[in-house]
């Protein structure tokens, strides 16, 4: 299918990416979509009734709020008649949202679509273990006071023993391995030093700390109003060191393999309450409604490969939008590649570079390229700047949007790994 | 009156008995008896949005009751035919023209006989609430066997007579504390309180909280005995205090201590009133009881504060219809913004919210945004404290803020107001970078209380859209708004700010561009007289207290640290090089402010504030002054040097066409500066005290200066302000 026509980002806002159990945790997860929306919504001089579709990523999907991206449009001051959707593929949720607007767009059904992302790994409950479910519905059956006797006489400690929701969501079901444990894996085959990985944290938290002193970050966010009192707002990230040292670094224990990993807490990302929210217009709708716009969106694609290795996701993905769209890596000026674990970008890094890897996984003759660090998060990444799962998609592409603009780089590239095995990345053209 | 037991209460002012009901649609009451029997009496003024108990529908009423009785119906059920009506209280413009005692009497008795006709009804009665339940309207529903309300938020239901100067007169003195106990009476008459329908149940004001649009088949369940339903009784605690003759005293003793700490009974008599009649509910029979309410509601009618809070209650509803103004050529405001995010910026954008209006609140600095969020936050913090909004609500509006540095999302405002510190340049600035982003039809509306918008907009491209929106602070309490036209604004654009003004439940007046405006301009005479004592010698306390026992909110030396003295200070610059001659000078406030002496925002002024409570008054404003000997000069000096200035120079406002009216005067100083309601206003004082009488005493105080010389506008008033 030949596509005429092209699809602009005309406005993007974030909240603050803080780290969960500070500054944000008390702000529900819709909350924080709505504040993201409202703005960006109001930096692209639109109405809210020009406003077709929204649709948000979420994976939490926390229960007070079914289908989230309704939730947080109406919040944000859409009009009753327009729709909204939730999406989640994991990690690429907000990617995803993206990804469905531009195909909305392009089929027709919609001219302007507000698509962003929004997690509160705070609010991830913890939940009664299933043999507690079983007993409180035998509870509830119960019509006698003796009969309540017995089900609470059958109770023992081990059914008061949380499930704790965020690790469970960790977990991939198919594999049965853990995020990290799947980081090990990657620096174990890729042998990635524990010293490499730090020394990546290091920067990461290096980039991200000048990024916010300069005002860089502010650009992008939007203060949130901090409830219960709603007399301060959240401003700015919370989790970056501007003082992170290699020694602190060090001293760090692996947290997923305590005898042998190289993978701590310092080298990966942060567990972050966020949400970030891009409006996308067609090209008609740009002219006519003379909107701003940020860049353009040329193409994504999304990919599969084994849970266990989820973190070469971004070369799977990246393979794949390369071919479809003729573009090479060497043509790409700016990458946002999220960095999960250290690890895991490091072993992307060699498996883009190596034709073996292009051979035998991603049918290519020829590697993918060398990965250029000056051109690569140059202002952090989810190491320092932390990864509200649903919600970083939309963080990548806003970021590298504004970073094209300002170092005046004709193509940019955002790619992630998605936990259960995939990876996604789009691809984004200057303004 | 065939079919009752027992004889209305007895008065010696029996009305006489009118023919029978003949067709006559012109009142607004009729009586319908359904296929079942049930008899409907449906309430359906014409020609307005509410329904009244004026004396016509009072008269009809009757009629139909004895129509109801010959028909045999099965019950009566009273509702409203107007969506999201009841009946909203009884005429008040029959209470206005009520001149002496015994023709309020008469009319009480008179109301208190037909209710007592409803209470007696030998089939059940029922009222159906859909809408605004007040006074007289909730007088007749506390007179029927159930009383059913629908969750409707327009339902309002209390008796707040006392806010007009009168008593509940249709045995509401009697039936409430009966109903519902004596504590939650006391609570409800007293201040002439009014809740809304979930609350009404809760006090057990009505007896059943129906869902909307289910009410009249509820209430001919109930009628034709299909659904019980059991009248809401008191409390058991209230059944003892009222049976137990110490308890109840005690009670009662203690309410009127607790209104005596709020209210002085000389300023606004209505509540002890009130009180008196509720009194004498115990310890006489009913018809005396009944009698007595009547006598009393007779006295209340003639207090001057009834005269005066009748009269304001009008004349705010003249506000809705400003002369000069084409109303109708408003455009619709549906996004607002406000730039500056002060305390003002911060009032509004809290009241915008609080109206469901999107605003975006601008500021330079993200400490001020912050500032302005607080200050919302605060207020809906301590209503949610109260019960009074619901968290899920409070989520609402806060959800109607968004915020910025910048000038993003100003593209498709309707108006903004410019709420930016008091400098011309800046305000000039503020106008240039706003008219490149917001629609050619936006208005412009700035918040200055000294500068003239003329000036302001005076490089402005457009400048017919830029008009003044003066609020008053603290802008959550004071519901007095002035609207500005500058020389070039246009009247699409006055009328859309004045319209605005309404939209956010504000009072607002259509005021000329001149420097303070109309509010600010009288004040300057007042509180730079006041200065001019202070510096002579005259004590702050007790000169503050002179006027508080006038009945002014606050004394003029506490309103200056409320006010903050840079403002004052200020503004008084703006006021001397307009009115020089006619002001006095004074140095007090340049001294004090440039020691840091801002009054209550830094905590010390003419008084000493801990805890935002006013304490001490202070050495450093003695030192300010040179400490001179204190001087104590007579009351009526006092009140009359500060007072009468005023009045002169709103008669010059009123000449020179700053407003046109002088409700308008009235209007702004009680709504803008809390001049005393009881006294109607500035100018409906000087009237009481006679314009030639002031002008004599005026030309007394004269002094060489040309202060106090009485002006050619005042004499041409000496037939009063308010000539019929």
């Known amino acids: 299918m030949v596509v005429t026509e092209r699809v602009a980002v005309v406005a993007a806002a974030r909240t603050p990416f803080t780290k969960a159990g500070t500054v944000q945790a008390a702000v529900p997860a819709y909350e924080l979509g709505r504040v993201a929306l409202r703005e960006a919504v109001e930096r692209a001089g639109l109405l809210p009734e020009e406003i077709d579709e929204v649709i948000f990523g979420n994976i939490a999907q926390p229960a007070d709020a079914t289908n989230i991206a309704r939730v947080v449009a109406l919040r944000a001051g859409l009009p009753r008649s327009m729709s909204a959707y939730t999406v989640n593929?994991?990690?690429?949720?907000?990617?995803?949202?993206?990804?469905?607007?531009?195909?909305?767009?392009?089929?027709?059904?919609?001219?302007?679509?507000?698509?962003?992302?929004?997690?509160?790994?705070?609010?991830?409950?913890?939940?009664?273990?299933?043999?507690?479910?079983?007993?409180?519905?035998?509870?509830?059956?119960?019509?006698?006071?003796?009969?309540?006797?017995?089900?609470?006489?059958?109770?023992?400690?081990?059914?008061?023993?949380?499930?704790?929701?965020?690790?469970?969501?960790?977990?991939?079901?198919?594999?049965?391995?853990?995020?990290?444990?799947?980081?090990?894996?990657?620096?174990?085959?890729?042998?990635?030093?524990?010293?490499?990985?730090?020394?990546?944290?290091?920067?990461?938290?290096?980039?991200?700390?000048?990024?916010?002193?300069?005002?860089?970050?502010?650009?992008?966010?939007?203060?949130?109003?901090?409830?219960?009192?709603?007399?301060?707002?959240?401003?700015?990230?919370?989790?970056?060191?501007?003082?992170?040292?290699?020694?602190?670094?060090?001293?760090?224990?692996?947290?997923?393999?305590?005898?042998?990993?190289?993978?701590?807490?310092?080298?990966?990302?942060?567990?972050?309450?966020?949400?970030?929210?891009?409006?996308?217009?067609?090209?008609?709708?740009?002219?006519?409604?003379?909107?701003?716009?940020?860049?353009?969106?040329?193409?994504?694609?999304?990919?599969?490969?084994?849970?266990?290795?989820?973190g070469l996701g971004p070369a799977f993905a990246c393979a794949r939008l390369f071919e479809r769209t003729g573009v090479a890596l060497r043509d790409i000026g700016l990458i946002e590649l999220n960095e999960a674990f250290a690890a895991q970008v490091i072993a992307n890094e060699a498996a883009f570079a190596s034709e073996r890897f292009a051979a035998e996984h991603l049918g290519r003759l020829r590697a993918l390229g060398e990965i250029d660090r000056a051109r690569l998060n140059v202002n952090g990444g989810a190491i320092a700047l932390g990864h509200p799962v649903g919600a970083t998609g939309a963080r990548l592409v806003q970021t590298l949007l504004l970073e094209m603009k300002h170092r005046d780089v004709e193509l940019g590239l955002a790619t992630l790994c998605i936990g259960g095995g995939q990876g996604g990345a789009v691809l984004l053209e200057r303004a | 009156m065939s079919g009752h037991e027992g004889a209305p209460p007895q008065t010696r002012l029996d009305f006489n008995e009118p023919p029978g009901p003949g067709p006559d649609p012109g009142v607004g009451v009729r009586l319908e008896v359904d296929e079942e029997g049930v008899g409907w009496i449906l309430f359906d003024q014409p020609g307005r949005p509410v329904n009244t108990l004026s004396t016509p529908v009072m008269e009809r009423l009757r009629a139909l009751l004895d129509e109801a009785v010959r028909r045999n119906v099965k019950g009566l059920v009273f509702a409203s035919d107007k969506n999201d009506m009841f009946v909203a209280g009884a005429e008040v413009e029959e209470i206005a023209g009520i001149a002496d005692p015994a023709t309020g009497m008469q009319k009480s008795a008179y109301g208190q006989a037909i209710l007592e006709t409803v209470s007696r009804f030998a089939p059940p009665t029922a009222a159906l609430i859909t809408g605004p339940c007040l006074g007289g309207g909730f007088e007749l529903a506390l007179a029927c066997t159930v009383r059913l309300a629908e969750n409707r938020d327009s339902v309002r239901i209390g008796l707040p007579e006392v806010k007009l100067g009168i008593i509940p007169g249709f045995g509401g003195t009697q039936r409430l504390p009966r109903r519902i106990g004596l504590r939650g009476a006391l609570d409800l008459i007293l201040a002439g309180k009014t809740v809304p329908a979930r609350s009404a149940f809760r006090r057990g004001m009505v007896d059943a909280l129906i869902p909307p649009g289910l009410g009249r088949q509820v209430a001919r369940e109930v009628i034709l005995g299909r659904r019980r339903l059991e009248p809401a009784r008191p409390s058991r605690v209230d059944r003892v205090i009222a049976a137990v003759p110490w308890l109840r005293n005690f009670v009662l003793s203690r309410a009127r201590k607790v209104l005596a700490a709020k209210v002085r009974p000389d300023h606004y008599p209505a509540p002890f009133l009130a009180l008196d009649a509720v009194v004498a509910g115990f310890g006489r029979d009913t018809t005396a009881a009944f009698r007595r309410e009547a006598e009393i509601e007779g006295q209340a009618l003639v207090t001057p504060a009834k005269d005066s809070l009748v009269w304001l209650f009008r004349a705010s509803n003249r506000a809705k219809e400003p002369e000069g103004l084409p109303l109708d050529r408003a455009r619709p405001v549906r996004r607002l913004a406000v730039v500056g995010a002060g305390v003002m910026g911060g009032g509004i954008a809290w009241l915008a919210a609080e109206k469901g209006l999107p605003i975006r609140v601008k500021d330079v600095q993200a400490g001020a945004l912050e500032h302005a969020l607080a200050t919302a936050a605060g207020n809906w913090a301590r209503a949610v404290r109260r019960r009074r909004l619901t968290p899920r609500d409070?989520?609402?509006?806060?959800?109607?803020?968004?915020?910025?540095?910048?000038?993003?999302?100003?593209?498709?405002?309707?108006?903004?107001?410019?709420?930016?510190?008091?400098?011309?340049?800046?305000?000039?600035?503020?106008?240039?970078?706003?008219?490149?982003?917001?629609?050619?039809?936006?208005?412009?509306?700035?918040?200055?209380?000294?500068?003239?918008?003329?000036?302001?907009?005076?490089?402005?491209?457009?400048?017919?859209?830029?008009?003044?929106?003066?609020?008053?602070?603290?802008?959550?309490?004071?519901?007095?708004?002035?609207?500005?036209?500058?020389?070039?604004?246009?009247?699409?654009?006055?009328?859309?700010?004045?319209?605005?003004?309404?939209?956010?439940?504000?009072?607002?007046?259509?005021?000329?561009?001149?420097?303070?405006?109309?509010?600010?301009?009288?004040?300057?005479?007042?509180?730079?007289?006041?200065?001019?004592?202070?510096?002579?010698?005259?004590?702050?306390?007790?000169?503050?207290?002179?006027?508080?026992?006038?009945?002014?909110?606050?004394g003029p030396f506490e309103l200056l640290d409320q006010i903050g003295l840079d403002v004052a200070e200020k503004v008084t610059h703006v006021m001397a090089a307009a009115f020089g001659d006619r002001l006095p000078s004074q140095a007090v406030l340049a001294r004090l402010a440039g020691e840091g002496h801002l009054g209550r925002k830094s905590g010390r002024g003419f008084y000493a504030y801990e805890r935002d409570r006013r304490q001490a008054a202070t050495l450093e404003a003695d030192r300010a002054r040179g400490a001179p000997a204190r001087w104590d000069p007579p009351r009526e000096d006092v009140l009359d040097r500060l007072l009468l200035p005023m009045v002169n120079e709103a008669a010059r406002c009123l000449e020179e066409g700053v407003v046109h009216r002088p409700l308008d005067v009235d209007l702004g100083m009680v709504m803008g500066t809390g001049f005393p309601p009881f006294r109607?206003?500035?100018?409906?004082?000087?009237?009481?005290?006679?314009?030639?009488?002031?002008?004599?005493?005026?030309?007394?105080?004269?002094?060489?200066?040309?202060?106090?010389?009485?002006?050619?506008?005042?004499?041409?008033r000496s037939g009063g302000f308010y000539r019929p």
Request: aromatic share 6%; glycine share 8%; proline share 5%.
């Open chain 1, 89 to 310: 593929r994991n990690c690429g949720s907000a990617l995803q949202a993206l990804a469905d607007g531009v195909l909305r767009i392009r089929a027709g059904l919609a001219r302007v679509v507000a698509a962003g992302g929004t997690e509160s790994m705070s609010g991830i409950p913890l939940f009664f273990p299933e043999s507690m479910k079983a007993k409180m519905a035998r509870l509830a059956r119960a019509r006698t006071p003796l009969a309540r006797l017995e089900v609470f006489a059958s109770m023992r400690p081990a059914d008061l023993k949380p499930v704790v929701g965020l690790l469970v969501g960790l977990t991939d079901n198919v594999c049965g391995l853990n995020m990290g444990e799947t980081a090990e894996i990657l620096a174990r085959e890729w042998k990635i030093s524990r010293e490499g990985q730090d020394a990546f944290a290091l920067e990461s938290h290096r980039r991200a700390a000048a990024a916010q002193k300069s005002g860089r970050l502010a650009e992008e966010i939007v203060p949130v109003p901090l409830p219960p009192r709603y007399d301060a707002f959240a401003k700015e990230d919370v989790g970056l060191r501007p003082d992170q040292s290699t020694e602190a670094l060090a001293k760090l224990k692996p947290v997923f393999d305590r005898r042998y990993g190289t993978v701590t807490a310092g080298n990966s990302s942060q567990i972050t309450d966020g949400a970030g929210a891009l409006i996308l217009a067609s090209e008609a709708a740009v002219r006519e409604k003379e909107l701003p716009v940020l860049g353009w969106v040329r193409d994504a694609a999304f990919a599969g490969l084994d849970p266990a290795r989820m």
């Open chain 2, 394 to 554: 409070r989520s609402r509006r806060v959800e109607q803020l968004s915020f910025t540095l910048d000038t993003t999302g100003f593209r498709h405002v309707d108006l903004v107001f410019e709420a930016v510190v008091e400098n011309l340049d800046v305000k000039r600035k503020v106008l240039a970078e706003l008219e490149g982003v917001v629609r050619e039809d936006a208005v412009l509306a700035s918040n200055t209380s000294s500068l003239s918008i003329t000036d302001i907009a005076r490089d402005a491209g457009h400048p017919e859209r830029v008009v003044g929106l003066h609020f008053f602070n603290p802008v959550h309490r004071m519901p007095l708004v002035e609207v500005i036209a500058g020389a070039r604004s246009a009247a699409e654009a006055v009328a859309t700010a004045y319209r605005t003004a309404l939209d956010l439940g504000k009072t607002p007046i259509l005021v000329q561009d001149g420097p303070g405006f109309l509010v600010n301009r009288l004040l300057a005479f007042y509180l730079g007289e006041a200065l001019h004592l202070f510096e002579k010698g005259a004590d702050p306390e007790r000169t503050d207290g002179i006027l508080t026992d006038f009945g002014m909110p606050m």
């Open chain 2, 680 to 716: 109607g206003g500035l100018l409906r004082y000087a009237d009481a005290r006679g314009v030639g009488a002031i002008v004599e005493r005026l030309e007394r105080l004269a002094d060489g200066t040309g202060r106090f010389r009485p002006s050619e506008a005042l004499r041409s």
